[in-house]
């Protein structure tokens, strides 16, 4: 999975809690550095949970895995019927 397929698998179901390429504060976020792809919760300004990879797909399976673990996202995907497993 590229961070293309992930944003339009995420914008497929309508969930927009993420930030895919930069930081956004409070959203997950996925985003590519020197060091490998960093996944984690920006709070405050803060790297809350960083996890880096040196792989893309390891890293966009993450975020998915953290956006569609989070309560909120659930619900909305609960009421509109839509599970959110990734294609």
């Known amino acids: 999975m ?3 397929d992930l944003a339009a698998h995420l914008a497929s179901l ?5 930030s895919i390429g930069r930081d956004l504060d409070e959203r997950y976020c996925l985003v590519e550095a020197p060091d490998g792809w960093h ?3 920006s709070e405050r300004g803060q790297k809350s949970g960083l996890r880096i990879f ?3 797909d390891a890293a966009c399976r993450a975020l998915l895995r953290d956006v569609l673990a ?3 996202v ?7 019927g839509n599970s959110g497993s990734a294609t």
């Open 39 to 41: 996944v984690y919760y």
């Open 74 to 80: 659930q619900a909305r995907l609960r009421t509109s």
């Open 2 to 4: 590229t961070a293309a």
């Open 14 to 18: 309508g969930v927009d809690v993420h």
């Open 54 to 56: 040196r792989d893309e």
């Open 70 to 72: 989070d309560h909120g």
